[in-house]
């Protein structure tokens, strides 16, 4: 989860920046999944996420310019996508609710071996606990484990301070738990 920007990475920007198109392919097809779930876990619509990823990509596309190197490539893109979202969100207030929706994102790793359910169940069950917990702290959650952001990463894409971010980690790890305990009573605790 180091802050450092991978050669692979330099590589396909200076590319893209050159305007060549199959480096443009390459990085989105690099960042398009996680881009993807991060998008439907803030605006819990899959169908809008995928209309604002194609946002992100155009953004992308046209500012690529002025990424500095100093910090990841996913991290200046997740920003992109949090921002997109939060913008869209504020447009259609009134159309989608963070609480309301649903959101396609699974956690996998908070779910590992669970002997009496299927990968499926288990990707169930976290979906429906994430959905429930708050949208600040589903964020952090998804930001650290799915996307492997630092703290000082997820710092720069959400402007939360870091003391928030571990507020957010903790409490969403607690509440994760609870509700998972909830949906599948003793079975949580050969999870954790």
Known sequence: MGDKIQDSDIELITKVRNGDLNAFRSLVNLYKDKSLSLAVSIVKNETVAEDILQDVFMKMSRNIGTFKFKSKFSTWL??????????????KKNNISLEENEGAIYYVSVMEEVPSLKLEDQ????HKAMKRLKADEAL???LFYLCEMSLKEIEIITKFSTSKIRVDLHRGRKNLHLILKQLLGDEIDNLL
């Open 78 to 91: 997740y920003k992109i996508v949090v921002n997109t979202c939060y913008t869209e969100l504020k447009k």
């Open 140 to 142: 952090v959650l998804r």
């Open 123 to 126: 990707q169930l069950y976290i």
